[in-house]
Structures are given as structure tokens and as C-alpha cells.
């Protein structure tokens, strides 16, 4: 079985999960860790943990999920994984972080791509590539379907769903995204957001202003 601890970090407040199993495999998902302490919080569970990072993954590009991408590949010596309809943000993140005063020490690139329906193994476990696009081209979820939970990035928060208003967003586009693959999952499944607190399926069907 695998677990996920999360971090919250950088000005946007964004999520970053560690998923693994205990003293084995694990993988970071989006990595927003901008600071020197950020990182050393991240790396330092890791290490208390005695976990070893297979590969970084995104379930999107914008820069709040990418500052630490540099870094934490050169620590722990991996590959980083995102959807390819993605690298448009890859391309524009120095230019995007210099909007909000922000800089990378080190612009990244991306080295593996998924596409719809791939499966990630961590260790006997699994997540599975959902792509969910209308907060950006290549935005996709992560869904552990015997742990059940799935990590949505920022296709679908607690009581909301992901701006539109960022190039390559599509409101029309992103509530077909949730409605046909996120909403079809089991009501128990609980939602790991890029942003905020959890939630689950059920709660976001029931009461989600914009879904409803």
C-alpha cells in the first residue's frame, strides 16, 4: 500500500506530494519547493523515511508545481515526467515566474512524457494518468485506484475547480474533463487537490457550486 505526505510551499501555497511505501520506492509530485529550507523539509523526509525517488512527476507546468524540478533532480539523480501538450509552460516558466518577481536558479526540461491512461508503478502499487485538460493543455490526475485517492493538481479543488484564464485554459474544456473522467470515479475516492484541503468525488458531485 501506498501512502502520501504533503507539503505546502512557495508564495502560491501550492501541494507537494510524496507518494510511497514505507523504506521503498516513492516519487515527488509537482515539486513547488522554492527555498533552500523547502527543499531541505522535502529531502529530509525522504531520508527519515529511507525512501528512494524513482522520478519527479507533474500533474501540470505552471511554475508554482515546477520551482524545485532543478533542484530535486540533481539530488536524488532522476528523470522528470510530465504530459507532453505541457512543455508550452515548460518553455515560458522563467518568463512566467519574472510576472510575479520570481526567478529560477535553473530552468528545467522535461525528460519523459505519459499520456492518458499510463500507468505509474510505485513499487505493487499503481497510479493512473488521467488527462484532464482546461486548467492547461496537458493537465492530468493521478489516481491510486486501490489506495483510493487521486491526485487532481489543479483540475478540481475542494468547492471549486482550476482557473481558465491561463493560456491554454478552456472552461468548457475543463468541466467536460471532470464531469467524464474525474465524476465517473466511486464517491469514497478522496481528492488530493495542487491547492487547499482534501475532499472526495462524492462531496464535490454533491455540493461543488460549479458542478452542480
Known sequence: MIQVQKFVFNPFQENTYIVYQNE??????????????????LVEFVNEKGLKVSRLV?????????????SLKKIFNVKWYAHPD????????????????LQFQDEPNLDEFYEHDDIITIGDSTLRVIHTPGHSRGGVCLFAENEK??????????MSV????????????????????????????EV????????TIGQEKKA?????
Not at 24 to 41: H, N, R, S
Not at 95 to 100: D, K, S, V, Y
Not at 192 to 199: D, I, R, W, Y
Open 24 to 41: 521503498g520506492e516513492a516519487l515527488i509530485v509537482d515539486p513547488g519547493c522554492i527555498t533552500e529550507d523547502e527543499v531541505k523539509a
Open 58 to 70: 507533474n500533474t501540470h507546468c505552471h511554475i508554482d508545481h515546477i520551482f524545485g524540478v532543478e
Open 86 to 101: 505541457d512543455v508550452y509552460l515548460v518553455k515560458a516558466a522563467t518568463t512566467h515566474a519574472l510576472m510575479f518577481g
Open 149 to 158: 485517492f487521486i491526485l487532481t493538481g489543479d483540475t478540481l479543488f475542494n
Open 162 to 189: 482550476g482557473r481558465t484564464d491561463l493560456e491554454g485554459g478552456d472552461y468548457e474544456t475543463l468541466i467536460k474533463s471532470i464531469n467524464e473522467r474525474l465524476l465517473v470515479l466511486p464517491d469514497e475516492v
Open 192 to 199: 488530493l487537490p495542487g491547492h487547499g484541503v482534501s475532499t
Open 208 to 212: 461543488n457550486p460549479f458542478l452542480i
